[in-house]
């Protein structure tokens, strides 16, 4: 089913300044960033019915095949500390963690940006900040949400794929996209209302996410990696990992891997 643009913006302009629907891109962060730098709007959207260029974290692809949902939101919240923007990520995180469960699919967060069932992966988040102009984000959102073809790749750490249709059933990807971008929306506002410190969303966040108490191991730059337990976030949704000699690291990005405890 093609998503109905006209449907999409009489739901979300208002919240949003401005919904454009494509069938394909590249990338929709891409078009945003580049967006961001003509001056479009703050809380300007962009959604693809495919992409053909998609992004991961660490510049990996993420594959966008017909069937998902695929967006990316502009914000320019200027009153929130740039220490507090990464924030953002974790917002989107409890927004699709919200939606999959307004499906009826039970759903929870490895930080920092993945969108489990079970321990399979069905959403991923990709936040940018772009350079040279005034503050602004570039929220990227993609999501399973119809049934993947046979030959899609696991993820980081092997983390295999799932959608939200092979735990619900067949989905309108249009009401789908209405649901978490209100969600998005109200998440957000509060967010920026508190200046990047709404300890209520931290809680929200906490609660959902499976990595906190996991035994894990987070893969660095460079090849390296750290082994222990996610114990807790900073303020700023850095995760504290103690290791197995009792140290503490603050880790800000890498991919985490739940470790299974025998």
Not at 116 to 135: H, M, P
Request: contains cysteine; proline residues 5%; charged residues 25%.
């Amino acid at each position: 089913m093609t998503l109905d643009a006209t449907a999409l913006r009489a739901a979300l302009v208002g919240p949003y300044a401005t919904v454009d629907v494509v069938a394909e891109t590249g990338s929709t962060n891409n078009d945003l960033r580049d967006a961001a730098n003509r001056g479009a709007h703050d809380r300007t959207v962009l959604i693809a019915d495919r992409q053909t260029a998609g992004q991961g974290r660490r510049g990996r692809g993420w594959t966008s095949p017909s069937g998902g949902l695929y967006l990316s939101v502009l914000f320019r919240p200027t009153n929130v500390p740039p220490a507090r923007l990464p924030w953002v990520t974790l917002l989107a995180g409890v927004a699709l963690v919200r939606t999959a469960r307004g499906v009826g699919v039970e759903a929870s967060l490895k930080w920092p940006n993945d969108l489990l069932v079970g321990d399979a992966k069905a959403a991923g988040v990709l936040a940018e900040t772009t350079a040279g102009v005034a503050q602004a984000v570039v929220l990227g959102i993609g999501v399973n949400v119809a049934k993947l073809p046979d030959d899609v790749e696991p993820g980081a750490g092997g983390l295999r794929p799932t959608s939200l249709e092979d735990h619900a059933g067949p989905l309108d990807r249009t009401e789908v996209a209405i649901a978490l971008l209100r969600e998005l929306a109200a998440l957000e506002e509060r967010w920026r209302r508190a200046g990047g410190d709404e300890p209520s969303l931290r809680e929200e966040y906490r609660r959902h996410c499976v990595t906190l108490g996991s035994q894990v191991r987070v893969e660095l730059a460079g090849g390296e990696f750290l082994l222990g337990t996610a114990r807790y976030l900073e303020t700023d949704g850095t995760l504290v990992v103690r290791d197995y000699t009792g140290d503490d690291h603050s880790v800000s990005a890498g991919d985490v891997v739940h470790l299974r405890v025998r």
